[in-house]
């Protein structure tokens, strides 16, 4: 890596936390009033399971055996403990997602200038600065960074985490710490499990595809070797995210009797308990709803007085971010084209299934697993930065996600 690619990155990082943090206003001198990472961490650092205090409030929250548990996965906790041993529960979660954020913006420009190096993109220095630029200003990110809240923090460190695992997993290079970085994001948002896709690819198909000659060299005696070959980066991604992976399975049965159970399917009093009940955290029963929050939900309108507005169940990602559109028309398509798409279908298919829809929310939340995938597609899709068009919609975007990042009040205020 080079130096003046760290520096860059380096004042990528100081820009995004200045600019995030202006946006966030009073907000970023006060703790959010959904601190649950905090209580996590704070109760790790006591040697507990449960918290040893009442929660802030009842929102997300687990009641077990008259014991209160968080019910998210525990990464985001592990991430805080050294801040939380030192101011206790007062520790600001709102300024660390905040810089977290910038730290994962900072993270994107690295990777898109490691595939800038490979000759798995074209594109330049400046290009790869105005797309991470894009990523964290055109999107929903910005909405999720400025704020704090349990449910945006994770979305936050999800994405970080997800882009050290690319930055590992590209050309699977770093099997041990791609496998490490892939279960951290995976403990922060469980949708990202699903992302071990991309690495799986980038073993089987280091060229982008199955080629024919490939198989053919297979079927006359090479499958031994052809496996044996895939097998070791496979292992050692293994090995790399077994410690983490072992550590939260063992925590997750300890709490509630299942190495699988985070604490969702056990909310205390929550408004989704009953649609739990009767159908379960993930079924088709919730995808036409979720692909209206994603899709086709548009801002409201009112005409007397003229007012915009938008639904907190959502909001369309064509409206979010606009230069999605650019994706059904790539100019180009790189060897990493399947296997981006691949592993954003993946992943998306989750938040689709999911009994919850994102409330309260700009945009539709869930979006921001893949946005990281979609954002390298439009970087490596090679349309121009320079045209009308690509122009016209990055403005959009971040003019519509400006609007979000100011204007969305969520849980705390």
């Not at 994770?154 to 050290?164: D, P, Q, S, V």
């Not at 044996?228 to 090995?239: C, G, V, Y």
């Not at 009112?302 to 938008?310: A, H, N, Q, T």
Request: charged fraction near 15%; aromatic fraction near 16%; glycine fraction near 8%.
């Amino acid at each position: 890596m080079r130096r003046r690619e760290l520096g860059l990155a380096a004042a990528l990082f100081a820009a995004a936390a200045l600019f995030l943090a202006l946006s966030a206003g009073e907000r970023f001198f006060h703790q959010s009033k959904a601190p649950h990472f905090i209580y996590q961490a704070a109760a790790l650092l006591d040697g507990r399971l449960d918290i040893d205090v009442d929660p802030p409030n009842l929102e997300d929250w687990v009641l077990e055996d008259e014991r209160w548990y968080v019910s998210f996965p525990a990464m985001p906790a592990v991430v805080m403990l050294p801040f939380v041993a030192l101011w206790g529960y007062q520790f600001n979660d709102t300024s660390f997602t905040l810089f977290a954020a910038a730290l994962a913006l900072a993270l994107f420009f690295l990777l898109l200038q490691a595939l800038a190096r490979e000759e798995a993109s074209g594109r330049t220095e400046r290009e790869n600065l105005l797309f991470a630029g894009l990523f964290g200003f055109g999107t929903l990110f910005f909405s999720c960074a400025n704020r704090g809240e349990v449910w945006f923090t994770a979305e936050i460190l999800g994405t970080g985490f997800t882009c050290l695992y690319l930055l590992c997993a590209r050309g699977a290079r770093r099997p041990w710490l791609a496998g490490l970085f892939w279960s951290a994001a995976t403990l922060t948002r469980t949708p990202l499990l699903f992302s071990a896709v991309f690495f799986a690819a980038e073993v089987l198909w280091p060229k982008g595809t199955l080629t024919l000659t490939e198989l053919r060299e297979s079927a006359r005696g090479r499958l031994g070797e052809w496996c044996r070959e895939r097998a070791r980066p496979i292992f050692r991604f293994a090995l790399g995210a077994l410690p983490l992976a072992a550590a939260h399975a063992l925590f997750n049965w300890a709490r509630f009797g299942s190495v699988g159970e985070f604490g969702h399917r056990l909310l205390y009093n929550n408004r989704v308990n009953s649609d739990i009940e009767q159908w379960g955290l993930f079924s088709y029963h919730y995808l036409e709803r979720n692909l209206h929050a994603a899709f086709t939900r548009l801002p409201t309108l009112e005409l007397d007085p003229l007012r915009i507005g938008f639904d907190p169940h959502g909001l369309s990602l064509l409206v979010t971010t606009p230069l999605l559109i650019l994706l059904l028309w790539p100019k180009a398509r790189p060897r990493l084209h399947r296997a981006l798409w691949l592993t954003t279908l993946c992943v998306a298919l989750p938040g689709l299934l999911y009994q919850n829809d994102g409330y309260m929310q700009f945009g539709f939340r869930f979006s921001l697993d893949y946005t990281p995938y979609l954002m390298l597609l439009l970087a490596l899709g090679a349309w121009s930065t320079r045209s009308k068009l690509f122009c016209t919609l990055a403005a959009l975007g971040v003019a519509v996600n400006t609007w979000g990042a100011l204007t969305f009040r969520g849980f705390s205020w």
